[in-house]
């Protein structure tokens, strides 16, 4: 094929990947609904996956902080192979079916909290191992994965299978797989975080005031929602309290 009718091929298989999400919107929203009632006594929620799975899982994990300026400690994302798979392919790091929960051990995961292992294909030894551990020790789990009746939604209190069929390139489940677990992780952690407040209206009153870009995007929603009419003003108290939420929270009444 041609480069342009390459790219039109694709981009017609991306194009069903939403539909095969909205088909599984109810599972979703109960698995939103459990997270964010464990969060709100506590609890923390953990991604487990391999390969692309486990560093979307680890992205989706790692914008929360910023986004909605919760501590990097309530969402972790866990993933075969450490550190060093998020840049290189450690294939057989997911061969284990004890590693992934000695991992999760590390953190001192408990009945509080609450793991999604994410595996495109459902069958994965180091994701199937580590909710089988966390069910028995009484854990609760949800799951993201592209096949139905997979082992391991079969250790999934919530099982989310978004069944995207088969890849423009046999096999390769980057593609229309990844990209319908990347949609289900946004909508968790977004509608979570929303539940618990740290997002007010559309606005990410709560995210970190790491940059000159986000310092000016926070001044501007904090000159929107508060009435003040200065900049400085704005920025000053901004600065002084760092988030938008604070901020309105201390602004002065004068």
Request: hydrophobic letters at 40%.
């Amino acid at each position: 094929m041609p480069t342009g009718e390459l790219l039109l091929h694709i981009n017609e298989e991306d194009a069903t990947v939403a539909g095969s999400v909205k088909k599984v919107l109810p599972i979703i929203t109960a698995l939103v609904d459990f997270i964010a009632g464990k969060m709100e006594e506590g609890g923390r929620l953990f991604y487990i996956g391999a390969g692309t799975s486990g560093r979307l899982g680890v992205l989706d994990a790692s914008e929360c902080p910023p986004t909605f300026g919760v501590p990097p400690a309530h969402v972790i994302g866990v993933m075969a192979g450490g550190e060093g798979a998020l840049r290189y392919g450690i294939e057989d790091a997911e061969d284990s079916e004890e590693q992934g929960w000695t991992d999760l051990q590390a953190y001192g995961i408990n009945s509080g909290d609450v793991v999604i292992g994410i595996a495109a294909s459902g069958t994965t030894p180091y994701v199937l191992g580590a909710l089988k551990q966390a069910q028995q020790q009484g854990i609760r789990t949800g799951c993201i994965v592209c096949n139905q009746g997979s082992p391991i939604s079969a250790w999934a209190d919530y099982a989310v299978e978004a069944v995207v069929g088969p890849e423009f390139v046999t096999g390769s489940t980057r593609m229309k797989a990844g990209t319908a677990q990347k949609m289900v992780l946004n909508m968790i952690s977004t509608a979570v975080m929303i539940r618990l407040g740290r997002v007010q209206d559309n606005r990410m009153v709560n995210m970190q005031i790491t940059n000159e870009k986000l310092v000016d995007r926070g001044v501007r929603m904090l000159m929107e929602k508060s009435g003040i009419t200065n900049y400085e003003q704005a920025k000053n108290l901004l600065l002084e309290h760092g988030s938008v939420k604070a901020a309105l929270e201390n602004k002065p009444n004068s």
